[in-house]
């Protein structure tokens, strides 16, 4: 029995090709070369190596030499299985491991992947740069395939020295490379805001609210439940199941205060924050995704500046160092360390610079 070919072009298909147990060759089609592109050929290859041959992403006898698509294909099956929640709930890693990896396949396919190192890579680089990514993305995109040549090297598919020699290529600095500089996010404007607010239907209303109040990240707010508070005292303690550094092993507690606990209404099973679809029905839980167009479709409509609500966490930064401190700015947003704070938070320096301005 022999491992499936990656797919290629045969009578104007897409197709992969294999020996069963009986040494009889066999065929599976991915689609028409003329409506099929590549990448959609390979995307639906990975789909059939996991729900019908039950692949082995690290299995090393593979037919013929390994291409760069091939290798592809691999750290695909792996990263689908191992970047997941404790819940089994697949991470965003893995379609971001894809972004970093496609424009590498796209150029390089059909190559040797042992023959990619820096040149090839910095190729690849402009690729990116041409295609008008930011610079601290495209730095984080070649890094995704260094780990790539790393997994690869660890697996034996690659020799040990591919995934070192790459390192040779030196990361974008700023301000010394074509590549596009996006300004630092900003808070979302106060104006805006309180523009928006009476727009908003109730619960969506009730959920903005709370997000500035708290400076908790959008993704806590919507799987917030009742059993996840602490309510034992006069400050509630909100402990999020999942979070940004949870898979370092680190927990957050997030205060919730007496306004924000009356925003949260009447104790229920479930979620806190859950849709009522048209028809009357209601749905599990509130997705990031429907947050963010809620607010756009009506900042759209009714003419007012656009903002997200992940900027909210930057306004509740602000506010809180300028009522107290950084260090408090930093233990209210959960951060380990103040200068990730800084980031968030206008530095007392800038707010001066606007008073000399002002005043003169």
């Given amino acids: 029995m022999s491992y499936p070919a990656d797919p290629r072009v045969y009578n104007g298909r897409w197709r992969t090709w294999w020996y069963d147990s009986q040494s009889r060759q066999r065929w599976k089609s991915f689609g028409s070369a003329d409506r099929v592109t590549r990448r959609q050929a390979c995307r639906a290859y990975e789909r059939w190596l996991r729900e019908e041959y039950d ?66 890579l910095k190729v690849v680089r402009q690729a990116m740069i041409d295609a008008k990514l930011a610079r601290r993305t495209i730095n984080d995109r070649i890094s995704r395939i260094r780990t790539m040549y790393r997994w690869a090297s660890e697996n034996g598919l690659v020799e040990d020295g591919a995934w070192q020699r790459q390192g040779h290529l030196a990361a974008l600095v700023r301000h010394r490379s074509k590549a596009c500089e996006p300004e630092p996010r900003q808070p979302a404007p106060i104006s805006s805001i309180y523009a928006t607010l009476p727009l908003l239907h109730g619960q969506m209303r009730r959920m903005v609210k709370v997000l500035a109040m708290t400076g908790m990240r959008v993704d806590e707010l919507c799987r917030m439940q009742w059993q996840h508070i ?119 320096r800038d707010r001066a610079g606007r008073v000399a301005k002002e005043i003169g």
């Fill in 55 to 120: 692949v082995d992403p690290a299995v090393r006898n593979y037919d013929g030499a390994l291409t760069v698509a091939k290798l592809a294909t691999r750290y695909y099956v792996h990263a689908d299985s191992y970047y997941r929640h404790p819940d089994g709930e697949p991470t965003r890693t893995a379609i971001n491991i894809r972004h970093a990896v496609d424009p590498l396949v796209d150029l390089y396919g059909d190559s040797l992947a042992q023959d990619i190192g820096p040149v090839e």
């Fill in 230 to 348: 602490n309510r034992s005292g006069e400050i509630w303690w909100y402990t999020p199941t999942r979070h940004k550094t949870s898979h370092h092993g680190k927990t957050k507690s997030i205060p919730l205060g007496p306004r924000v606990q009356a925003l949260l209404g009447s104790p229920s099973m479930g979620y806190i924050f859950r849709p009522i679809r048209t028809n009357g029905t209601v749905g599990e839980r509130f997705k990031t995704s429907v947050v963010v167009y809620n607010i756009r479709r009506v900042c759209a409509a009714n003419g007012i500046p656009h903002w997200s609500p992940g900027q909210l966490r930057r306004n509740h930064a602000q506010w809180v160092r300028e009522m107290f401190n950084v260090e408090t700015a930093a233990a209210m947003l959960g951060h380990s360390k103040v200068e990730t704070t800084q980031i968030y938070a206008e530095s007392s």
